[in-house]
T-cell receptor, first 115, second 112 residues
Framework: DARVTQTPRHKVTEMGQEVTMRCQPILGHNTVFWYRQTMMQGLELLAYFRNRAPLDDSGMPKDRFSAEMPDATLATLKIQPSEPRDSAVYFC?????????????FGPGTRLLVL | GENVEQHPSTLSVQEGDSAVIKCTYSDSASNYFPWYKQELGKRPQLIIDIRSNVGEKKDQRIAVTLNKTAKHFSLHITETQPEDSAVYFCAASKSSGDKLTFGTGTRLAVRP
């Protein structure tokens, strides 16, 4: 049963520190999404990639957030410097891009707390 | 961009009764509509999805209906059980591999 994996599962850090979250998509999936979930904003799309190329990062605060796919098996989301308002659960999801194929499968999430 | 509205925000039903959650979307180009169930502290999990070339899809106790003209779709859960208690999210996108716009979620509580 293939699943999206994310590390770390939990992260507590102090304001100003750098945070890196990692995601391993399901093997063969060509599209990777990063979402943020908070009580106030619900599930928000931050960025997504297809075949490792960024397609849309309009939901991401560019001054402090960055997302990359160094290779097809790894996606990273970095926050530098982190702020208390970044506290949330960050989900990665993967799927097969293209009309009529696949859907998105979510990883377990990284629960981030910035003090 | 796409906007998805979801109602109700909370729903409480007696075990064995039916539950209905409704969503509307704004972009007529959207043609893929998945529903996710999220239990407390867990990941959202796909429970059913529908594409715009069909009006209804059923999987055991769960069904989804789609009205493209009115731009709304609904989730129906029959014979509810306590393990159905969770937050349910609807979503819409232009294709199943494209970015999803989520509704705000419905917290369903099934009373034993």
């Amino acid at each position: 049963d293939a699943r999206v994996t994310q590390t770390p599962r939990h992260k507590v850090t102090e304001m100003g520190q750098e945070v890196t979250m990692r995601c391993q998509p399901i093997l063969g999936h060509n599209t990777v999404f990063w979402y943020r979930q908070t009580m106030m904003q619900g599930l928000e799309l931050l960025a997504y990639f297809r075949n490792r190329a960024p397609l849309d990062d309009s939901g991401m605060p560019k001054d402090r957030f960055s997302a990359e796919m160094p290779d097809a098996t790894l996606a990273t989301l970095k926050i530098q410097p982190s702020e208390p308002r970044d506290s949330a659960v960050y989900f990665c999801a993967s799927g097969l891009g293209g009309v009529g194929v696949g859907t998105q499968y979510f990883g377990p999430g990284t629960r981030l707390l910035v003090l | 961009g796409e906007n998805v509205e979801q109602h109700p925000s909370t729903l409480s039903v007696q075990e064995g009764d039916s539950a209905v959650i409704k969503c509307t979307y704004s972009d007529s180009a959207s043609n893929y509509f998945p529903w996710y169930k999220q239990e407390l502290g867990k990941r959202p999990q796909l429970i059913i999805d529908i594409r715009s070339n069909v009006g209804e899809k059923k999987d055991q106790r769960i069904a989804v209906t789609l009205n493209k003209t009115a731009k709304h779709f609904s989730l129906h859960i029959t014979e509810t059980q306590p393990e159905d208690s969770a937050v349910y999210f609807c979503a819409a996108s232009k294709s199943s591999g494209d970015k999803l716009t989520f509704g705000t979620g419905t917290r369903l509580a099934v009373r034993p």
